[in-house]
């Protein structure tokens, strides 16, 4: 029995070292629509996702708790190791096939529902989060980053900031810093009005609602929509609606953040459950031999 | 500074090794190599200090540590090799150091950490690897010198030989396993997800399972469990240099 089980972990773990180490190798699927079938399988974007893959580690699993059970392995220690590595294996298909990721990208001084970004009609997360500021800290050099900060007001909370290494916990959700970029501003001169806002806003003016997009650094024109009706316009230049002329002038770059939302059920677990692995290799290897 | 303490340590390490291998007594080697291993802790000091992070983050930094730790391991823990053989562990550490000094000048530009490397996990995760790298290399020299010897393992001396790789490749198991889980601690802390299917850690997860086969041998003979020591031997060279050099992932920077 006992050498059965260790066949099969040396098949198992010989094909997964295999598909591993043939896939970094390969591109993703994109850049290799004419690969053999059989090579397809290997692409490094189908193969760590695919059945396959799945179907190995959760062989490898059920494998070490049979041999647990059936007595392939000798010793106690032994099986509680073995145990807690199929744990970990069975805890990473558990966490793979039900938390949830989202990105949501703020724009500073505008604001998004969590819950519209997660789904959810939870009150809990019935929180409007909006972006007080960015911030991009950079190394006493002035040129590499060192931080990037999203300070954040929570309704209902205090400010908080989210950064990377520094992720925010709300519930069952955590906000982690992915990226950001620069979004360009425009201002609207409307009669005596002025209106600042950024590509792909809506402002609203004595009930228009004045929306635009088409914003090329190459060929700097904007498409404005007053109304839903649209208008081409220079970078600075001027349209009518309304019988009104309107002046548009670029305004400030302002920053956009992008923040992950990632529901953590079972990430802790399968952490301290890596911790006790770890312990238990130990007690194997040196304690208990 | 850091060159002058650097080249200055090469050289005591070339006076222990020629003292070692004039079959010296420990008193002169063991002198010659403190001085060394001194000198190398005060060059890596006055990198950390100016560059404003431990010497974990680029190629040059991380031969400077792994030649470090065969040097400590070899003062420290000298029991365990064969002083025969020490030598050959104490010229591993003087190819590692050679190696970072004779790398192109842009390799050793200290450079601010990003923000991502900016985590207490890089204190953990670094160190366990390399020193995982380290009981490997020792597992290789012993694996090579089993090779070289002939291999009748019912030999006193083959038998305490196989018996000392067997601990270094445990010492590995354990430190790449650590490096893994704190690396996916860490990820999942930054970025909040702990595995990316990176080039570099699919080759540290290949290491792990190589590793993973020794300890699972239907007949665990040493030509085996010696042929295993060097495909994983192998396998840790293109983690930590192939992966760097031929694919391009999170671990890039590395």
Not at chain 1, 204 to 217: G, Q, S, T, V
């Amino acid at each position: 029995m006992h050498k059965i089980f260790l066949r099969i972990f040396q098949v198992v773990v010989i094909l997964l070292i295999l598909g591993l180490a043939i896939s970094t190798f390969l591109p993703p699927s994109s850049h290799c629509p004419d690969c053999p079938p059989a090579l397809r399988l290997l692409l490094p974007d189908r193969f760590y996702d695919s059945p396959l893959h799945a179907s190995l580690w959760l062989v490898l699993a059920v494998s070490m708790i049979i041999a647990v059970i059936f007595r392939g392995l000798r010793t106690a220690s032994q099986k509680i190791l073995h145990l807690l590595l199929a744990l970990i294996f069975l805890t990473i298909f558990f966490e793979k096939s039900t938390n949830r990721r989202f990105f949501m990208t703020i724009k500073e001084g505008q604001a998004v529902n969590l819950s519209d970004v997660i789904h959810s009609s939870t009150p809990e997360y019935n929180l409007q989060l909006r972006l007080l500021r960015f911030e991009l800290e950079r190394h006493p050099d002035g040129l590499r980053p060192k931080a990037f900060n999203s300070h954040l007001l929570i309704e209902g909370h205090k400010p908080a900031t989210v950064s990377i290494n520094r992720p925010l916990a709300i519930g069952r959700y955590r906000l982690y810093q992915n990226a950001y970029h620069e979004v360009p501003t425009f201002k609207f001169l409307v009669a005596e009005d002025t209106l600042i806002a950024a590509v792909g806003d809506t402002v609203k003016w004595n009930e228009h609602r004045i929306w635009f997009d088409n914003y090329d650094l190459h060929e700097p024109s904007l498409r404005v929509y007053w109304d839903g009706i649209p208008n081409h316009v220079s970078l600075s230049g001027e349209f009518t609606a309304d019988r009104m002329r309107i002046r548009v002038t670029p305004g400030p770059f302002i920053y956009a953040s992008i923040i992950e939302v990632v529901e953590v059920a079972g990430t802790a677990f399968l952490l301290f459950v890596s911790l006790l692995y770890l312990v238990a290799l130990v007690n194997v290897f040196w304690w208990n031999r | 500074m850091e060159k002058i303490g650097l080249y200055t340590a090469l050289i005591l390490y070339l006076i222990a090794f020629v003292l070692l291998i004039t079959q010296s007594r420990w008193r002169s080697w063991g002198i010659a190599i403190s001085l060394s291993v001194l000198t190398h802790m005060g060059a890596l000091v006055v990198r950390s200090l100016s560059a404003n992070h431990p010497p974990f983050t680029n190629l040059y930094e991380t031969l400077l540590l792994l030649s470090l730790l065969i040097a400590l391991r070899l003062l420290f823990w000298q029991k365990q090799i064969e002083s025969r053989y020490r030598w050959l562990v104490l010229l591993t550490g003087i190819i590692c150091l050679g190696t970072a000094l004779l790398l192109p000048a842009h390799f050793s530009v200290s450079r601010p950490l990003m923000p991502a490397l900016n985590s207490f996990w890089m204190y953990i995760h670094v160190p366990a690897y390399f020193f995982g790298y380290m009981a490997l290399i020792l597992a290789f020299l012993f694996a090579l010198i089993f090779l070289g010897t002939g291999k009748n393992e019912s030999a006193p001396e083959i038998a305490s030989l196989l018996r000392k790789l067997h601990n270094e490749v445990k010492i590995a198991f354990l430190f790449l396993n650590i490096g893994l889980v704190t690396g996916a601690f860490w990820a999942y802390f930054s970025w909040g997800n702990y595995w990316s299917w990176d080039p570099k850690e699919v080759w540290a997860l290949i290491d792990v399972l190589v590793l993973g086969i020794y300890f699972h041998l239907l007949k665990p003979r040493g030509t085996k469990k010696v042929w295993i020591v060097l495909l994983a031997f192998l396998c840790m060279l293109f983690t930590y240099f192939g992966v760097s050099f031929i694919l391009s992932g999170l671990h890039s920077y590395a």
